[in-house]
C-alpha cells in the first residue's frame, strides 16, 4: 500500500507522504505552503472592460488560503483510496513551514475520513473547506476577523499529538 501511495503522490503540487499504514488505515501528511504563497493580487476588469490586477483584501487571501489547503486535502484522500482499494480510513495531517528559512513545520489541519464518506460526496458541487471540517475529529483552526489559518496546539487538540508521533522521523514539528 505504501509504495502505491509513493507513486500516486508523486506528481502532487502540494506533496504528500504516507507516514503510518495499517491493514485498512493509513496516515498522510501534506506538505502544504505559507500563506504567503498567496499572491497578493488578483485579476479584475476595470469598468470600461479593461483587464487590470486588483489587490486583495486580508480576508481574501486568507479564504483562497484556506479553499486551497482544503482542495489539496481533499484531492490526497480521493487519490488514496483510488490506488489503495483496501484503505478504509485515511487520517491526513496537513504541515506547513514556520518560516521561510526553517525546516520546523506546524500542523495547520487534521481530519480522519472514511471510504464511505468520501464516496457519497457530490464532487461536482461541494465546498472543499466544509466538506474537510466534516471529517471525523477535524482540526483547523481560523483567527481574527480576517479568518487567518492559524497552527493547531496540542493543547487544543489533543489527538494531534498522537497523530504527529508517527511524522517527527519526516519532518521536526512546532507546536504553537
Same mark, same amino acid.
Given at each position: 500500500m505504501l509504495a502505491a501511495l509513493e507513486r500516486?503522490?508523486?506528481?502532487?503540487? /502540494? #506533496?504528500a507522504l504516507a507516514v503510518e499504514c495499517a491493514a485498512d488505515a493509513c496516515t498522510v501528511?501534506?506538505?502544504?505552503?505559507?500563506?504567503?504563497?498567496? #499572491? !497578493?493580487?488578483?485579476?479584475?476588469?476595470?469598468p470600461t472592460g479593461r483587464p487590470t490586477l486588483k489587490k486583495r483584501t486580508k480576508t481574501e487571501r486568507n479564504e483562497v488560503y /484556506?479553499?486551497?489547503? /482544503?482542495?489539496h486535502v481533499l484531492a490526497t484522500v480521493r487519490e488514496s483510496f483510488a490506488v489503495a482499494p483496501a484503505l478504509r480510513t485515511i487520517?491526513?495531517?496537513?504541515?506547513? #513551514? !514556520?518560516?521561510?528559512?526553517?525546516?520546523?513545520?506546524?500542523a495547520i489541519y487534521a481530519g480522519t475520513f472514511q471510504r464511505t464518506q468520501v464516496q457519497a460526496l457530490a464532487w461536482e458541487r461541494l465546498d472543499p473547506l466544509s466538506?474537510?471540517?466534516?471529517a471525523?475529529?477535524?482540526?483547523?483552526q481560523q483567527?481574527?476577523?480576517?479568518? !487567518?489559518?492559524? #497552527?493547531l496546539s496540542t493543547e487544543e487538540v489533543p489527538e494531534l499529538e498522537a497523530l504527529l508521533s508517527g511524522v517527527g !522521523?519526516?519532518?521536526?514539528?512546532?507546536?504553537?
Open positions: 500516486a503522490f508523486s506528481d502532487n503540487e /502540494a #506533496p501528511v501534506v506538505l502544504f505552503w505559507r500563506l504567503d504563497a498567496i #499572491p !497578493e493580487r488578483r485579476r479584475d476588469t476595470t /484556506a479553499a486551497s489547503l /482544503a482542495s487520517t491526513v495531517v496537513a504541515l506547513r #513551514p !514556520e518560516d521561510q528559512s526553517s525546516d520546523t513545520a506546524t466538506t474537510i471540517l466534516q471525523d475529529g477535524a482540526a483547523l483567527k481574527g476577523r480576517t479568518s !487567518e489559518v492559524v #497552527p !522521523e519526516v519532518v521536526r514539528i512546532g507546536n504553537s
